[in-house]
């Protein structure tokens, strides 16, 4: 069973940077497309950045481009990055690592639904 735990976020001000953590344990050497999302009061889910299985693909929102990168190392457990700088108060959510394991099943990778495997999900707050 895969389970993914993230750590890392918290309360910051404007301007400052936060790096999130996504330990994936029970995919060890298996293909593993990556995501992060977010999702902030009253509104919906969406996708912030996402990582191919061979990491030859990343894409972000637009959002958050130029601000944000999301990145992998791979061991015993598979560690998902997002490196979050120049923090906005808009960026307050609660965001969440995704995971399909395997070939990708087609569709946009903004798609929550293609995803198979989420994490609790941890907060981050950005105060203005």
């Known amino acids: 069973q895969v389970q993914l735990v993230e750590s890392g976020g918290g309360s910051v001000q404007a301007g400052g940077s936060l790096r999130l953590s996504c330990v994936a344990s029970?995919?060890?050497?298996?293909?593993?497309?990556m995501a992060w999302f977010r999702q902030a009061p009253g509104k919906e889910r969406e996708g912030v950045a996402y990582?191919?299985?061979?990491?030859?693909?990343?894409?972000y929102a637009d959002s958050v481009r130029g601000r944000f990168t999301i990145s992998r190392e791979d061991g015993k457990d598979t560690v998902l990055y997002l490196q979050m700088n120049s923090l906005k108060h808009e960026d307050t959510a609660m965001y969440y690592c995704?995971?399909?394991?395997?070939?990708?099943?087609?569709?946009?990778?903004?798609?929550?639904?293609?995803?198979?495997?989420w994490g609790q999900g941890i907060q981050v707050t950005v105060s203005s």
């Open positions: 995704a995971a399909v394991v395997g070939s990708w099943p087609g569709g946009v990778w903004t798609n929550s639904a293609r995803y198979t495997y």
């Open positions: 029970g995919a060890a050497n298996r293909d593993k497309h």
């Open positions: 990582l191919s299985a061979a990491r030859t693909t990343t894409t």
